[in-house]
Nanobody, 130 residues
Framework: QVQLVESGGGSVQAGGSLRLSCAAS????????MGWFRQAPGKEREGVAS????????YHADSVKGRFTISHDNAKNTVYLQMDSLKPEDTAMYYC???????????????????????WGQGTQVTVSS
């Protein structure tokens, strides 16, 4: 089994920054793709960013490109989401997820949708006020 625990959410004013962390434990060798998703009330879950931990390639959604950065520390089995220049529309519950494994490529990882992720964290709330 794999456990994912997010932290770092909170409330900030527009223009502020937050750094989300997601610590993975358990069978961490069973996946090589990690992503951040968010879901606002009444909206569908959307992909924010993903990273292929096997090679480091990343994907960022257009809505966050240039403001958010995903990174991964292999030694700590932790993925981060640095969020700068936050906007009120970034307000949502943010979830960390893991997918893939042996045989799954970076290109697959960067195009994987939420239904392809096997493991999910409990979520951390981000609230941005104007």
């Amino acid at each position: 089994q794999v456990q994912l625990v997010e932290s770092g959410g909170g409330s900030v004013q527009a223009g502020g920054s937050l750094r989300l962390s997601c610590a993975a434990s358990g069978y961490t060798y069973s996946f090589n793709c990690m992503g951040w998703f968010r879901q606002a009330p009444g909206k569908e879950r959307e992909g924010v960013a993903s990273i292929y931990t096997g090679g480091g390639s990343t994907y960022h959604a257009d809505s966050v490109k240039g403001r958010f950065t995903i990174s991964h520390d292999n030694a700590k089995n932790t993925v981060y989401l640095q969020m700068d220049s936050l906007k009120p529309e970034d307000t949502a519950m943010y979830y960390c997820a893991a997918a893939g494994g042996q045989g799954y490529s970076g290109s697959w990882c960067l195009s994987a949708g939420p239904h392809e992720y096997n493991y999910w964290g409990q979520g951390t709330q981000v609230t941005v006020s104007s």
